[in-house]
């Protein structure tokens, strides 16, 4: 079974708006990473949270991790037609095997 | 640097035939990783190197799939024979370090069809 799962599964948000993507995840982690996934395209990393912190931005994202509640939410604010793609969670389940386990994603429809 | 290749970027192919994908990662990552993408499945780790060393193969579906890693810029995933439900796109990523601490970069993908 995926360690992450991405709710919703689909959002749709006129430009300018903001979006909200939540993952949880089962076992214990050392890091939860977030992707984007354009159409078409492979994934693209867009931002490494750790274990030991509770929040992390980078330009329009803003992603928070509760390890307690095991789960992670990613906020992008002023969203752009361009934002449209779906959105992964990835975990490496604290096995330190060196991979990592995606969630199914949600995807992102940003409407102009 | 040009990111991870992947070649083909389209694959068709009758079921029964042999495929070949190919991978070059990027200069200097030390660990590569094999993905499957479907939209029953999400995306699927198949296989992993380090050092050009198969570390975890558990996700190789079955014998029909093999993976090699001959040197530190190149790998091959195969499928003999083929069937239609491998139909996928295929992604080949690497990393500077563990993938579990460290960014993996993502090739384009080769989007295979068995009919």
């Known amino acids: 079974s995926q360690q992450g799962e991405e709710d919703p599964q689909a959002l749709s948000i006129q430009e300018g708006e903001n979006a909200t993507m939540n993952c949880s995840y089962k076992?214990?982690?050392?890091?939860l990473q977030w992707y984007r996934q354009n159409s078409g395209r492979g994934l693209v990393h867009l931002i490494l949270i750790r274990s030991n912190e509770r929040e992390k931005h980078s330009g329009r994202l803003r992603v928070t991790l509760d390890t307690s509640k095991k789960s992670s939410s990613l906020l992008i604010t002023a969203s752009r037609a361009a934002d449209t793609a779906s959105y992964f969670c990835?975990?490496?389940?604290?096995?330190?095997?060196?991979?990592?386990?995606f969630g199914q994603g949600t995807t992102l429809q940003v409407k102009p | 640097d040009a990111g991870v290749i992947q070649s083909p970027r389209h694959e068709v192919t009758e079921m029964g035939q042999e495929v070949t994908l190919r991978c070059k990662p990027i200069?200097?990552?030390?660990?590569l990783f094999w993905y499957r993408q479907t939209m029953m499945r999400g995306l699927e780790l198949l296989i992993y190197f380090n050092n050009n060393v198969p570390i975890d193969d558990s996700g190789m579906p079955e014998d029909r799939f093999s993976a090699k890693m001959p040197n530190a810029s190149f790998s091959t995933l195969k499928i003999q024979p083929s069937e239609p439900r491998d139909s996928a796109v295929y992604f080949c990523?690497?990393?500077?370090?563990?993938?579990?601490?460290?960014?993996?970069?993502f090739g384009p993908g080769t989007r295979l069809t068995v009919l």
């Open positions: 990835a975990t490496d389940g604290s096995s330190n095997t060196g991979k990592l386990i």
């Open positions: 200069s200097g990552h030390d660990y």
């Open positions: 990523a690497s990393s500077l370090g563990q993938g579990g601490t460290d960014t993996q970069y």
């Open positions: 076992t214990s982690i050392n890091n």
